[in-house]
T-cell receptor, first 112, second 116 residues
Framework: SQQGEEDPQALSIQEGENATMNCSYK?????LQWYRQNSGRGLVHLIL?????REKHSGRLRVTLDTSKKSSSLLITASRAADTASYFC????????????FGAGTRLFVKA | GAVVSQHPSWVICKSGTSVKIECRSL??????MFWYRQFPKQSLMLMAT?????????EQGVEKDKFLINHASLTLSTLTVTSAHPEDSSFYIC????????????FGDGTRLSIL
């Protein structure tokens, strides 16, 4: 089964509001990454957080990682219509060889 | 930096045709390239991992003879879907990382393959 599971599956908010997406995983990881995908396009890397880090910021993005709960969250502040996309978390593990496993994704709709 | 170019963007062809998709890292050395398949509104499913100069490692359930992967240089990997059939229709995405092992993957824009 997929390593990372996101919730909610879909989220609809108004422009200017904050959007929070959560990701849970099952086994030990080295890194956790968040990606964004616009419809019909490839993925864009947003942020990487290492297993020994707890929080990371990049512009309007804030990512937290709780390895004890095997979970991460992505917060987008002051959302814009252009933030509408699917967001995926991906866990990197070096166990048995390097592998990245993607979660099911959260589809975010930001209404203008 | 870290641009990955994937070509073609979309392909429509007849059943039985073989289709080759190219993935190039334009400004960095991609020691590892990944090939994914994505169904509508679903996540990415890893098909195979390839390291430059060695055979690709396929995920369970992925047919090696159906999906031929070549990673002949540090900037190019190709995926060939041999004798494609309608059930092979999908969105295929490549990614590349390197030169260090724990660097993030950079994705191509994907190839939409439609087999008639």
């Amino acid at each position: 089964s997929q390593q990372g599971e996101e919730d909610p599956q879909a989220l609809s908010i108004q422009e200017g509001e904050n959007a929070t997406m959560n990701c849970s995983y099952k086994t030990s990881i080295n890194n956790l990454q968040w990606y964004r995908q616009n419809s019909g396009r490839g993925l864009v890397h947003l942020i990487l957080i290492r297993s020994n880090e707890r929080e990371k910021h990049s512009g309007r993005l804030r990512v937290t990682l709780d390895t004890s709960k095997k979970s991460s969250s992505l917060l987008i502040t002051a959302s814009r219509a252009a933030d509408t996309a699917s967001y995926f978390c991906a866990t990197d593990s070096f166990t048995g060889g390097f592998k990245t496993i993607f979660g099911a994704g959260t589809r975010l709709f930001v209404k203008a | 930096g870290a641009v990955v170019s994937q070509h073609p963007s979309w392909v429509i062809c007849k059943s039985g045709t073989s289709v080759k998709i190219e993935c190039r890292s334009l400004d960095f050395q991609a020691t590892t390239m990944f090939w994914y398949r994505q169904f509508p509104k679903q996540s990415l499913m890893l098909m195979a991992t390839s390291n430059e100069g060695s055979k690709a490692t396929y995920e369970q359930g992925v047919e090696k003879d159906k999906f031929l992967i070549n990673h002949a240089s540090l900037t190019l990997s190709t995926l060939t879907v041999t004798s494609a059939h309608p059930e092979d229709s999908s969105f295929y995405i490549c990614s590349a990382s390197g030169p260090l092992e724990d660097q993030p993957q950079h994705f191509g824009d994907g190839t939409r393959l439609s087999i008639l």
